[in-house]
């Protein structure tokens, strides 16, 4: 609330005006630093925190369960979780001739990291990704 627990301002001159006037103003300074403060720890205090984690847990909780098919989405292979995310890229890693121009426009899929294949050999083996690296 606008002058009573902090300062509300509509445009950079106003900004201004108010940082020059807590700058001046000590004690309107503390005052209305002491009443903002009031209200941030009663909103968000560790009690109210719980109270409305425990709320939202329990509308979950009431909810249908609903089964997700991830594999229906992203596919059931890391090839195809890798392959699901390159785009129109898609089809040129799939095709060997393609896939080395590929390599040369875009290296980041050969990178150590930054969802190449690399990346995914480094923690998913799967031959099709392992066969993508061999042949670049």
Not at 86 to 115: C, F, H, V
Request: some cysteine.
């Amino acid at each position: 609330r606008d002058e009573v627990d902090g300062r509300l301002v509509h445009s950079v001159q106003e900004y201004l005006a108010v940082m020059k006037q807590l700058q001046e103003d000590v004690a309107y300074r503390i005052a209305l630093g002491r009443r903002g403060r009031q209200k941030v720890c009663a909103a968000y205090s560790g009690e109210n925190n719980a109270l409305q984690m425990e709320k939202q847990l329990f509308e979950v909780l009431r909810r249908e369960p609903v089964i997700h098919d991830f594999q229906r989405i992203l596919g059931a292979t890391p090839f195809e979780w890798f392959l699901r995310f390159t785009g129109p890229d898609r089809e040129k890693l799939i095709d060997p001739i393609l896939r080395k121009q590929l390599w040369i426009e875009k290296p980041i899929y050969l990178a150590e990291n930054k969802s190449s294949v690399y990346q995914f050999l480094r923690y998913l083996e799967d031959p099709k990704l392992r066969e993508l690296v061999e042949q670049s």
